[in-house]
């Protein structure tokens, strides 16, 4: 039998998150922002960019969802927020309006009818008559209501996950139970401040992961995880729903889906887990999660079969100015259109895909199956384009910090002051790290087949085995004895000599 603890009125934000899968952050913290509306209006603004419509009241929850468009406010009005510990029905407490960051994909489906109240006529006044007025623990039976009782507003943030994900999407969020649904184009902002920043440092986690993912998160409510909203403001009381709730998995999610009529995307024959963005397409689940697996071929959906691409390789030039992609063959593009144009260059070579078993924050290992053909492109044109502007110390220490920036990034520390430090040096570094890179894709690879920069540290005439007047060959001769001196010092000791 569930118990619903009454709160004393306030005017704090409250918190609470929906955690995915994916880097599930297992904290328990509390914590209060005790300032009043304007203060929460000073946050949304920062947190949200909900045109406004997420901001209406003094009191808030925020709950992140299991589907990347991950972030959901809860707004109430000053009346008392309700909450409990997991069991049963939930019964979590009473809120008068929620914003859903929305998907239409199965987690954020099923949280819509999970979070608006389904009140029995036989208890219709029980909420008002004990639980807002006695401030007392109270106990409920029989599963009366379903946890927040609220009226459902869903926000999709559009970070390129395609016209397919988002046509018909405002039918099935009501459907679902949703008053009305939000949209919100983000994609510029996504690539110029989010994914650009992280190509420029060479972001890559655990040698092959593009960060797909980590990357859309903070854009789509300047948030990632419960460790941005930290970030933004340390007073906020922090919630996991997905602590709270009783579906176990995604087999329950979708008998949780049929139970309330709420229309999903996925069967239980067909089980996987897909994230969407301009950057890229992940797989999980299914098949997957054994790692001895191979992916089947009709899983993919942004790249073909490199076995199925052209026969003739396809040549592109790819401009760059101070490490930040401009231009394709020639022509100069927004972030987000130079992305989707390569996305589709490269999907139709094959290029991009990357199976891998990865270390999630919380320690556990997870197999992903990933497409990034834009991206990929993108790397290869700005790493071969360093190796021209960069010096060999300046590179090291750019390749020992782009793993720690992808880790901070991976770990939703985006909002950092380490991450944005090393960002700062990543920006300073690549100044000089303008050009432009010819690649070959052919059948799922990508091959650098010329690279040229005005600022370049490449000298013909220094490079060339030729002796010339800054470089002779016989000046070598003096300094590999210097630099093999203690190396020869070490034999003569092993010798006795």
């Not at 036989?122 to 109270?138: C, E, I, P, R, W």
Request: proline share 5%; hydrophobic share 35%.
């Amino acid at each position: 039998m569930a118990q619903s603890t009454a709160v004393s009125p306030c005017s704090s934000i409250n918190l609470a998150f929906h955690a995915p899968k994916r880097g599930s952050l297992l904290y328990h913290d509390k914590l209060s922002f005790p300032r009043k509306l304007h203060s929460f209006q000073e946050f949304g603004s920062r947190a949200s960019e909900l045109n406004g419509r997420a901001v209406v009241s003094s009191t808030c929850n925020v709950i992140r969802a299991c589907e990347p468009k991950a972030i959901q406010a809860l707004l109430s009005s000053e009346r008392e927020v309700e909450s409990a510990p997991k069991s049963g029905g939930g019964r979590r407490g009473r809120l008068n309006k929620v914003v859903l960051a929305y998907s239409g994909g199965l987690d954020t489906s099923v949280i819509v009818p999970w979070l608006r109240v389904i009140v029995r006529k036989l208890y219709d006044n029980l909420f008002s008559l004990k639980y807002l007025t006695s401030g007392s623990m109270q106990t409920l039976s029989n599963g009366e209501w379903e946890n927040y009782g609220c009226e459902v507003v869903c926000f999709t943030a559009d970070v390129g996950q395609g016209i397919k994900e988002l046509d018909g999407l405002e039918e099935k969020a009501k459907a679902s139970g949703a008053c009305q649904l939000v949209v919100k184009d983000l994609k510029e902002e996504f690539v110029k401040d989010y994914i650009f920043p992280c190509l420029r440092a060479g972001a890559i986690y655990e040698r092959k992961y593009l960060l797909g993912t980590s990357m859309a998160r903070p854009v789509i409510a300047k948030v990632r995880f419960e460790l941005t909203f930290f970030a933004l403001n340390p007073e906020l009381n922090v919630v996991a729903p997905w602590r709270e709730w009783d579906i176990q998995g995604r087999e329950d999610a979708i008998e949780y889906a049929k139970k309330h009529n709420v229309p999903v995307p996925v069967t239980k024959k067909s089980i996987y887990s897909r994230d969407r963005n301009l950057w890229h397409l992940s797989h999980e689940g299914d098949i997957l999660e054994d790692p001895e697996n191979e992916p089947k071929k009709d899983m993919y959906m942004m790249s073909v079969d490199p076995e199925d691409a052209p026969n003739q390789p396809e040549y592109i030039e790819i401009g760059i100015v101070s490490g930040i992609p401009v231009s394709v063959n020639g022509k100069k593009l927004s972030p987000a259109s130079l992305l989707a144009e390569l996305n589709e260059i490269g999907g139709r070579h094959g290029i991009g895909r990357i199976d891998m078993v990865e270390n999630r924050l919380v320690g556990m290992k997870s197999r992903g199956v990933y497409e990034t053909p834009g991206g990929t492109i993108l790397f290869s044109a700005v790493q071969e384009l360093e190796s021209l502007t960069l010096d060999r110390e300046t590179m090291q220490v750019k390749d020992s910090l782009a793993l720690k920036y992808a880790e901070l990034v991976y770990a939703g520390r985006w909002f950092d002051p380490l991450r944005e430090s090393i960002d700062a040096f990543m920006e300073n570094i690549t100044k000089t790290t303008t050009g432009s890179v010819t690649l070959k894709l052919y059948k799922g690879s990508v091959s650098v087949t010329g690279r040229t920069s005005p600022k370049s540290l490449y000298r013909q005439d220094i490079s060339s085995f030729e002796s010339g007047q800054i470089y002779d060959q016989a000046d070598a001769a003096g300094f590999i004895r210097l630099y093999g001196l203690p190396m020869r010092v070490r034999a003569m000791l092993e010798r006795g000599i």
